[in-house]
Nanobody, 124 residues
Framework: QVQLVESGGGLVQAGGSLRLSCAAS????????MGWFRQAPGKEREFVAT????????YYADSVKGRFTISRDNAKNTVYLQMNSLKPEDTAVYSC?????????????????WGQGTQVTVSS
């Protein structure tokens, strides 16, 4: 079993930045691809970013490309999401997830462990 705990969310003004962290425990996630997803009120959960097990390959949703950066530190069993130039439409609960596979994926069904999420609110 893997437990994932997100942190770093909060309230920020439009144009600001936040850095989310996702700490894994229970077992190492260094052999798993990791992903970030978000869910806004009244909307379905959507893909944000994913990174492969080595960190050498990343993939982003078009809506965050060029503004968000996903990274990982396998020695710390932690994944990060650096969010810059935040917009009000980025407001959501952000969750990290550990995939069954080693390669990047935007498909939610390919992720087997999920964190509870952290709230990000961007004011205009």
């Amino acid at each position: 079993q893997v437990q994932l705990v997100e942190s770093g969310g909060g309230l920020v003004q439009a144009g600001g930045s936040l850095r989310l962290s996702c700490a894994a425990s229970g077992r190492t996630v260094s052999s798993s691809a990791m992903g970030w997803f978000r869910q806004a009120p009244g909307k379905e959960r959507e893909f944000v970013a994913t990174i492969n097990r080595s960190g050498g390959s990343t993939y982003y949703a078009d809506s965050v490309k060029g503004r968000f950066t996903i990274s990982r530190d396998n020695a710390k069993n932690t994944v990060y999401l650096q969010m810059n130039s935040l917009k009000p439409e980025d407001t959501a609960v952000y969750s990290c997830a550990a995939a069954r596979a080693t390669y990047t994926s935007r498909r939610q069904y390919e992720y087997e462990y999920w964190g509870q999420g952290t709230q990000v609110t961007v004011s205009s």
